[in-house]
């Protein structure tokens, strides 16, 4: 093996000459076993190991990683791997029996802004699709440091970072929607579609729209909080994605029975209408090409115009509501050469779980000193 790493180019010789198909299979001989063996170890990370060296690092004073030369950048390095190694809800777990979730959560307070971004990152990561994760992120009053982060920091990736965490940590955890409430969460996200930046602005319409899909009863609450005329105004962005979060919004509130016959748009339906019929005309103006990546718009408009007015939108009069080809999924070129996401999969299989090691890169230690030995 080279000296600088892995000998790759012979991994993949030795491993095309015993599996090309063209001869039966023969045992390995002591040598092949032994020089395959140390090509694969070379490769392998004690993850459990790793994640409680980075946990020291976490734990330890930022004056005292300043004076030993470690940066913001490499703090942020360090992160974006504990990101990797917590994709395995396992993993995701056993970070805070080992002591890391509470300073990864302390991360959020950092005096550099990358790095509270990043920390959210990792938190997405730790409590998506993981209920138990969620339960110790709130426990620990992970949600009240995200919710500060999402409504005030000063940097618009530190609060666009801080509430796709909110999203994932409350989805699918009542505890976690009934403190957002309480926290009043609504008005955090009607504050976040009224900024400039269209990457919060669609974070925050989907996690308003996820809200009002599982909880009706908040529709007269985000009516009254004047959601329906902003969402009305989004609806006419010229980015496609805010404008189909916005249509979705806005059909949640249409479709809303709880106040009785009236929906729950606050009395905007002329305004609507208006917004409607000049999306129905931006959409008959579009070349074939743009008709079919607005295929969610068309239907969302026709949706949306059916439940206010009991009538199908001229989109299907006009024969650009289904189009040739709509309705046949594009071919499958990718599943047979990629695995699913590692979450995805576990989520998936429950009874196959996550090794303690995983093959990759050897990381070199961000600093110098090691957890001290009993």
């Not at 009254?224 to 919004?249: C, N, Q, T, V």
């Amino acid at each position: 093996m080279a000296k600088d790493g892995p000998d790759w180019d012979g991994l993949l010789k030795w491993s095309i000459a015993h599996s090309d198909g063209t001869r039966a299979p023969r045992a390995l001989s002591e040598e092949d076993r032994k020089w395959f063996m140390e090509a694969m170890q070379s490769q392998s990370v004690d993850v459990v190991k790793r994640m409680k060296e980075i946990t020291l690092v976490m734990q330890t004073p930022e004056q005292v990683l300043e004076a030993q030369g470690v940066t913001s950048v490499d703090i942020e390095d360090m992160l974006e791997e504990l990101q990797e190694h917590v994709e395995s809800i396992d993993m995701a777990n056993d970070l805070h029996t080992i002591g890391g979730l509470v300073p990864l959560l302390g991360y959020l307070k950092n005096s550099h802004a990358g790095i509270r971004a990043k920390a959210a990152e990792v938190i997405t990561t730790i409590v998506q699709n993981n209920p138990r994760s969620q339960q110790l992120v709130m426990e620990a009053n992970g949600f009240e440091a995200l919710l500060s982060n999402f409504t005030s920091d000063p940097d618009i990736t530190v609060r666009t970072k801080a509430l796709g965490a909110i999203s994932s940590l409350i989805r699918h955890n009542k505890p976690g929607i009934a403190a957002f409430r309480l926290a009043n969460g609504y008005a955090v996200l009607r504050d976040a579609l009224g900024s400039e930046n269209v990457r919060f602005q669609r974070k925050a319409l989907n996690l308003v729209h996820y809200l009002l899909h599982e909880n009706r009863s908040d529709c007269n609450v985000v009516s009254e909080l004047g959601f329906p005329r902003i969402m009305m105004h989004l609806a006419s962005s010229d980015d496609a994605g805010l404008r189909e979060g916005a249509l979705r919004g806005l059909l949640e509130l249409a479709q809303d029975k709880t106040g009785g016959d009236s929906d729950g748009l606050g009395g905007e339906d002329e305004k609507l209408k208006q917004v409607l019929q000049e999306r129905i005309k931006d959409i008959s103006l579009m070349s074939p090409d743009d008709l079919g990546a607005v295929r969610e718009e068309r239907h969302l408009v026709d949706s949306l115009w059916n439940a206010c007015y009991n009538e199908p939108s001229s989109l299907r009069e006009e024969g650009l509501l289904v189009l040739p080809g709509d309705d046949v999924p594009p071919p499958d070129v990718a599943s047979k050469y990629f695995e699913p996401p590692l979450r995805a999969w576990t989520a998936n299989q429950e009874d196959n779980r996550a090794p303690d090691t995983e093959n990759k890169e050897a990381t070199p230690l961000l600093l110098g000193f090691s957890p001290p030995t009993a």
